[in-house]
């Protein structure tokens, strides 16, 4: 064989071997991690089963080309800082939160280190410097338009209790964004002619006499403010008010298909879900303070009848002619 024969088949020879080598090398496994402030049970992982299904819409699957690392706190928001940290040393590619307090807690354990959180509202608890540009490392989607959402489950209660005069509104002292909404919902109560009766407590061992003494201030219902605390105990909240005979607004779906009365919100699934947006967005290169925040654009108003015929309520047909969804 010539020399120059030689020379070309030794050139495609090591061309093909550099192609089979490449189609060999396995893809980039990147690495996301799941901080969860709950335990994982059946509400919280259809959260987590919606931002996996987001996942793999952008192509990412399990095994393949991403590999999730779940952390979770139980319930005690005092360990959302040590889990934060073991991510941090894991070097993550990215952490996923869908709770304010966890959220926090991932901010202050990295600068680096990506963060997409799903749901808290992130301009009144600081997370963010602003919705546009949220600067630093963290961007993702809220459920919460701001604290005047409370305005609107102030009216929706008082069109499905026509006769009620005294609202209580329940809210965790913990919280940063409660006492913003409270302040709300006084100012809505005014316009509503409707008067609030403001019950803060501490933790899910203070429901029951947060309850008894709503029925001792004869409140007509009660509005429920969003944090994880009463997210993470829907159905002890449902049945609470049940037996205070008490009608009952909710800020998520979920706490309607746990037996509560009424729920005016974003879909939570659907948010994680969208969360996925953003993992890939940074994976492929995007700084996370240059992806501006996703707010909600509907909201979904969800009635319980079950609920209401044990209450001894009737719905108005105007509300359930607006309910995107009516369980029965």
Not at 30 to 50: K, M, N, T, Y
Not at 82 to 105: Q, S, Y
Not at 278 to 307: C, H, M, R, S, W
């Amino acid at each position: 064989m010539k020399p120059v024969k030689l020379l070309v088949v030794a050139a495609l020879g090591i061309f093909v071997a550099a192609l089979a080598t490449e189609a060999q090398q396995p893809a980039k496994v990147h690495r996301i991690a799941w901080l969860g402030l709950a335990s994982p049970g059946p509400e919280v992982l259809r959260i987590v089963d919606a931002f996996r299904q987001g996942l793999r819409e952008r192509g990412y699957m399990e095994g393949q080309n991403v590999a999730l690392e779940y952390r979770w706190a139980h319930g005690r928001v005092e360990r959302l800082p040590d889990l934060a940290a073991e991510l941090v040393r894991l070097k993550v590619d990215i952490i996923v939160v869908a709770n304010t307090p966890g959220a926090h807690a991932a901010k202050r354990a990295t600068t680096t280190i990506p963060i997409v959180f799903v749901g808290p509202d992130p301009l009144s608890t600081g997370l963010v410097a602003s919705l546009g540009r949220p600067g630093g490392n963290i961007t993702g989607v809220t459920l919460f338009p701001g604290p005047e959402i409370v305005g609107k489950y102030l009216q929706l209660i008082k069109e499905a209790v026509p006769k009620v005069s005294r609202v209580a509104v329940l809210w965790n002292q913990g919280s940063q964004m409660a006492p913003l909404m409270v302040r709300e919902a006084e100012v809505a109560a005014r316009a509503l002619q409707l008067q609030v009766r403001s019950v803060g407590v501490r933790g899910a061992d203070e429901f029951e006499g947060a309850f008894a003494a709503m029925t001792k201030e004869r409140a007509g219902a009660v509005v429920v403010l969003a944090d994880p605390v009463s997210f993470l105990h829907q159905k002890q909240l449902a049945e609470l008010a049940a037996r205070s005979r008490l009608p009952a607004m909710y800020p998520l779906t979920e706490h309607v298909e746990a037996g509560g009365l009424m729920a005016y919100s974003a879909n939570f699934a659907e948010a994680a879900r969208r969360a996925a947006i953003y993992v890939d967005k940074i994976l492929k290169g995007a700084k996370p303070g240059d992806l501006p925040v996703e707010q909600p654009t509907k909201f979904e108003l969800v009635v319980n009848l079950k609920t209401a015929k044990a209450l001894g309520l009737t719905i108005p047909q105007s509300i359930l002619i607006w309910a995107d969804r009516v369980i029965e």
